[in-house]
């Protein structure tokens, strides 16, 4: 499903540019679990980004199902991050004004999916993960694992092949943690193509495949 040949990324420090990510060549099958591990510094997060169509990349060949995604325009980029990918980080990033039904229904906005269809979609997510009793709830009113849990409602609500993780668990407690697992898992059950960044070995303990990068290059690629 995602193709990366020879991927290589650099960041502008000042007059000099530092290489972030050097030659990178990865194959993900549709519906893997896979877990990105690494230190800081690694090149982990700037590898995810590019995995999601977030950034672009200096050199190398990025195919998802076969389309050349560094042909594409960024009008494009941006449809096939919303139908394609769906994201979840580590700080929920919610807008804090809005319920939690109107935070899952917001991806469905930039779709233009129709408001009725989107109050729909929305509840029937968050019931997935949960939360049926608590969509009117602002994201103040909601534990750590719950506010986790509306991000998921929001990336899955709109039907994506690919879910992409940062960090999902790293500002929750464990008991938080095992639940957000166990939904991932049903996620992958139903045939959801999994990417998780993580720096946790437990965590990554639950996926069939850990890619390790160190100094931006692959050290590991180990499958379960």
Not at 160 to 185: K, N, R, W, Y
Not at 192 to 213: F, Q, Y
Request: net charge neutral; glycine share 8%; hydrophobic share 40%.
């Amino acid at each position: 499903m995602i193709e990366l040949s020879a991927i290589h990324k650099s960041f502008r420090q000042g007059m000099q540019q530092v290489p972030v990510l050097k030659g990178i060549d990865v194959d993900i099958a549709r519906g893997e679990f896979m877990a990105i591990m690494g230190p800081s510094g690694s090149g982990k997060s700037t590898l995810m980004n590019i995995l999601g169509c977030l950034d672009t990349f200096d050199q190398g060949r990025y195919r998802l199902d076969g389309q050349a995604i560094e042909s594409l325009d960024p009008e494009s980029l941006a449809g096939i991050r919303n139908r394609t990918f769906g994201f979840v980080f580590q700080l929920f990033n919610l807008i804090p004004k809005l319920s939690a039904v109107r935070n899952v229904e917001l991806p469905m906005v930039y779709a233009h999916v129709p408001r009725i269809e989107r109050r729909e979609r929305a509840r029937e997510a968050l019931a997935a993960v949960g939360l049926a009793q608590r969509i009117d709830h602002a994201p103040s009113e909601l534990s750590g694992g719950q506010q986790q849990r509306v991000a998921i409602a929001r990336a899955i609500v709109n039907d994506p092949q690919v879910i992409i993780a940062d960090e999902p668990t790293g500002s929750l407690d464990s008991a938080s943690g095992t639940e957000i697992m166990a939904i991932f898992h049903r996620l992958h059950d139903q045939g959801k193509t999994l990417i998780m960044v993580t720096h946790d070995a437990e965590i990554a303990g639950h996926a069939s495949r850990i890619l390790r990068l160190r100094d931006g290059r692959i050290e590991e690629d180990r499958r379960s």
